[in-house]
């Protein structure tokens, strides 16, 4: 690379970045931006064994062209996290600490919690025109309204929205969703849009 990376930041949800950064030989950094580590464990009904089966071709082919052992980074599917620096953008008190599993390989004292990163004075993304903000300022300027406002995110509410997530989303990435899960309105998560999802959360 040119200029050569002197670290690699990146979403532990992939290993992908922590192999590059095992085989750059530089040091690397995750950052989450999930409710913290345990929000990335693997699923109650998949063993860490099915997991390491399903990953085994990219490990051979990993020891074989670059001597980088996959499962020495992380714990399979979503975990690959950073073994000095990770950032946490979210509040300490919120988080989700590490699972037993996770604990075999990475410490708690390896991740720091900064809150987001977001400044809304530097925010370069196109408005959406869509939104109604001043419906919603005139609401809450009226007096006597609580506004609640609800973000569930870019994926749920933008390239998820009328795609189911199971078609959307790898089956291993789902991991805590079972097919024989139990069933909202007729549709288990897999089978929901995000749609679908928005109207189950605010119809609870």
Known sequence: LQPP???VLYDPMAAVFAAAAEILNIPRVA??????????????????EEMQVEAAGVREWLQREHRVDLFDLG?????????????VLTAEALSSR???????????????????????????????????????????????????????????????FETPFGTATPTSILTNVDPDDSAVDGKTLSSMSGADFVRMVLTA
């Open 75 to 87: 714990v399979p599917p979503t975990s690959w996290f950073a073994p000095k620096l990770n950032l």
């Open 98 to 160: 590490l699972t037993s599993e996770q604990r075999r390989k990475f410490d708690d004292s390896t991740f720091r919690y900064v809150g987001t990163m977001l400044d809304p004075t530097r925010d370069c993304r196109p408005s959406d025109p869509t939104f109604p903000l001043e419906e919603i300022r005139a609401a809450r300027e009226e007096g006597g309204k609580t506004i609640v406002y609800l973000s569930f995110g870019s994926m749920i509410g933008g390239v998820w």
């Open 5 to 7: 990376a002197k670290v």
């Open 31 to 48: 950052v989450l931006q999930s409710a913290g580590p345990g929000a990335l464990s693997i699923g109650d009904h998949r063993t860490l």
